[in-house]
Nanobody, 123 residues
C-alpha cells in the first residue's frame, strides 16, 4: 500500500518543541519533494515547508523561518519537521505530501498525502 504516515504531534506549551515524522511505505521518498502543510480549524490549508529531492534545498513560510527545520533521511524513508519556539498560532493538523517538485505540492500534481497529526500549542 502506497502511503505517507505522520507522527510526533501532541500538546505542548508555547515555547516548546515537537519533532514530526513523515514515513513513506510502498515507495521511496528519495525521488520526491516532500512538503509539510497545516490546517487550523476554520482556516485554509497552508504550506509550511518543503524539501527538494537530491539538492535537499529547503523552503519555509515566513512565519516559521528560524523556528522550524525540515530534513530528510532517505535511509529511513522519512522526512522530519523539527519545530522549536512553538506559538499558539502554530496549532493545527500537520500533513505531509509528496510530489515531483516543491512547486507542485498542494496542486493536482501532488502524488501522495498523509492523514495528518494534530499539533496543539497552549498559551
Amino acid at each position: 500500500q502506497l502511503q505517507l504516515v505522520e507522527s510526533g504531534g501532541g500538546l505542548v506549551q508555547a515555547g516548546g518543541s515537537l519533532r514530526l515524522s513523515c514515513v513513506a511505505s510502498g515507495f521511496s521518498l528519495e525521488y520526491y519533494a516532500i512538503g509539510w502543510f497545516r490546517q487550523a480549524p476554520g482556516e485554509e490549508r497552508e504550506a509550511v515547508s518543503c524539501i527538494d529531492t537530491s539538492s535537499g534545498r529547503a523552503q519555509y513560510r515566513t512565519s516559521v523561518k528560524d523556528r522550524f527545520t525540515i530534513s530528510r533521511d532517505n535511509t529511513k524513508n522519512t522526512v522530519f519537521l523539527q519545530m522549536n519556539s512553538l506559538k499558539p498560532e502554530d496549532t493545527g493538523i500537520y500533513l505531509c505530501a509528496a510530489a515531483a517538485r516543491c512547486m507542485w505540492l498542494g496542486s493536482t500534481h501532488t502524488d501522495y498525502w498523509g492523514q495528518g497529526t494534530q499539533v496543539t500549542v497552549s498559551s
